[in-house]
């Protein structure tokens, strides 16, 4: 194609998760929540369709405060994204040039690597060490680093990195370090009140996950106002729609939905954790709402195929400087006994 | 701010028209429809409302197929977005380096310039001919020259550059063109078959506009196959939500409600263009649902601030290298005849 940037042209395309749009399928391949959302949502974005015909806010006031009342920020501190991949892509645009470098640890989140060619920026990858802890290499200088990307908890491990650590990070990096908390609301802790105390340190989250909205492409960012101003002139004008906006807002605003639909998960995703360990699976312990497996004698990609075949998606990943497994969705209790059922019959 | 590119620490950023979110006003600033959507639109978002939990569609087939059909295209020539501003942004990144050039016609939709400025290339204006036709230098070969953009019909003026220069400009042209046809289905005629003759040629279209679904954010492509492989690597993987993939495919299968909605308005705006004239306004005849109009004896920007004092927002716009006016998008006839007594109290 000759009138693509060389970049375009050279990129394979992040291939998202496998999205079957017909067929019964048990998704437990792409960190969806297994359970509807709360019913306050549905009836928020169903008022808002009786008004389509004017622009959004351009800013998502009303989800603003009423994220910033669950958060305890002020809204100034709160840019909205057509889901948390715009944040990532406000973020990459915002401050990574031509030639650039971004680092992300590995193994992680492989649209990072995605936004990195886009840009036409180059990335590095810094292997976790045994513990899941970032070695010093992670806060390296170099005059090219312009953006840090860490997932926490991580995908596909579901491991996180402590506050401690992500505080001495920061102080080291000479750049900005976005905390992308996409499934932080199914672990012990967040980063939320770091982001106060460096302004380096900025947090993303979605609604996709915890909150059963990845329909609604609906995600954010906090960060300080002086970062805010910046990311505000590169995003879209109208990036969220009348639609995401309200039902969102309706869903950040129903806490008592979110903490027991958490709960839940919780409670299933170690029982999915105990059973892969009785199946003779190396699982480490999740703070997500997946749980990674591999098998020192099994080979899993024959397992990913037979469920497949079954029709229950999982992921199958391979990471080369690393190992293979399977990452699978925390479902319902149902989804994952029935999960666990076809896997035993293969190992 | 340290951190950031220096193209975005310098760039303003776009202003989007003036977006009240509280209080009554006639809204004819941005070009929004004053009717309501096909009833059907809502009717389909509400249902598409109870199944949020899993991610949309990455290429919105529903859309696609039902587009394909009314366009006479394969559903493969589509990119679809999160509004057109999607489009141009995708666009942008595909084709345009770091010191690059983009080039647009002046005056134009101010964005572009915005999308050059993000992206760290360069954008060259040139100047319309008396007659709205673009000169020779529209065309001319630049080795740095890497997108060009024509809004057709063109805003403000609501004019429009014919088929055959189109086609003429595209054979010149070194690089694709991108026909933004946002208020197209207001005009006479459209590029879409232009897009088989030539792979330079790219359409843009909106659902914001003549569907009256401004609030949907929904917009999209047609290219050769070709491109739209490339462009699809560039998209974020699920740009556009389930809510807006249903709403559009419903508006845009319901082509009835579109000509009945698309003949009141030029109806009004035929009304509309003549009474500025009456009243000693320069008009230009507008194939879009808006009139720019300016005056040479009476100052504008008084009568931009008296309608706004009277809750009438229409858009004052100011253009070093050509004039001030103003743009009053077509509303209903009685909200047109409001805005044009209040202008007449001030000429």
Redesign the interface.
């Known amino acids: 194609?000759t009138?693509?940037?060389d970049n375009?042209?050279r990129?394979?395309?992040?291939v998202?998760?496998e999205?079957p749009?017909a067929g019964k399928f048990i998704?437990l391949n792409?960190n969806?929540?297994?359970?509807?959302?709360s019913a306050k949502?549905?009836d928020a974005?169903?008022v808002?369709?009786?008004?389509?015909?004017?622009?959004?806010?351009?800013v998502s006031?009303a989800f603003r405060m009423a994220a910033a009342e669950v958060l305890n920020v002020d809204p100034e501190w709160i840019v909205c994204g057509?889901?948390s991949?715009?944040i990532l892509?406000i973020l990459t645009?915002?401050?990574?040039?031509?030639g650039d470098l971004i680092r992300l640890p590995d193994p992680s989140y492989i649209?990072y690597r995605t936004l990195a060619e886009?840009q036409?920026a180059d990335y590095e990858e810094v292997r976790f060490q045994e513990d899941w802890s970032l070695p010093e290499s992670f806060s390296a200088p170099d005059p090219r680093l312009?953006l840090v990307f860490l997932p926490n908890p991580n995908s596909p491990t579901g491991t996180m990195v402590n506050q401690q650590e992500i505080l001495e990070l920061a102080d080291r990096l000479p750049?900005?370090i976005l905390i992308d908390e996409a499934y932080v609301d199914f672990a012990e802790f967040n980063c939320i009140d770091l982001v106060k105390q460096n302004e380096?340190i900025m947090v993303s989250r979605t609604l996709?996950k915890s909150y059963?909205?990845?329909?609604?492409?609906f995600g954010f960012l906090v960060a300080q106002p002086?970062?805010v101003?910046?990311l505000?002139?590169?995003k879209?004008?109208?990036?969220?729609?009348?639609?995401?906006i309200a039902?969102a807002t309706a869903a950040i605003s129903d806490q008592a939905w979110l903490q027991d639909n958490v709960a839940k998960i919780r409670s299933t995703r170690q029982m999915l954790q105990e059973k892969l360990s009785q199946l003779g699976f190396e699982v480490i312990p999740s703070q997500a709402n997946f749980v990674w497996c591999s098998h020192s004698t099994v080979e899993v990609k024959p397992i990913y195929e037979y469920l497949k075949e079954n029709r229950i998606l999982v992921r199958y990943m391979s990471y080369p400087n690393w190992k293979e497994g399977l990452r699978i969705s925390v479902g319902t209790d149902d989804q994952i006994n029935a999960c666990l059922s076809l896997i035993q019959s293969k190992v």
Chains 1, 2 share one sequence.
């Open positions: 194609m009138f693509v940037r375009i042209s990129l394979a395309g992040y998202p998760g999205q749009q998704k792409t969806e929540n297994p359970y509807p959302p949502v549905i974005v169903q808002a369709a009786q008004k389509l015909d004017r622009y959004p806010d351009p006031t057509n889901g991949d715009d892509t645009r915002t401050f990574v040039d031509q649209l886009i036409g312009k750049c900005p380096k996709s059963g909205l990845a329909g609604l492409r002086s970062m101003e910046q505000l002139k590169v879209d004008s109208y990036n969220c729609d009348s639609l995401s039902g």
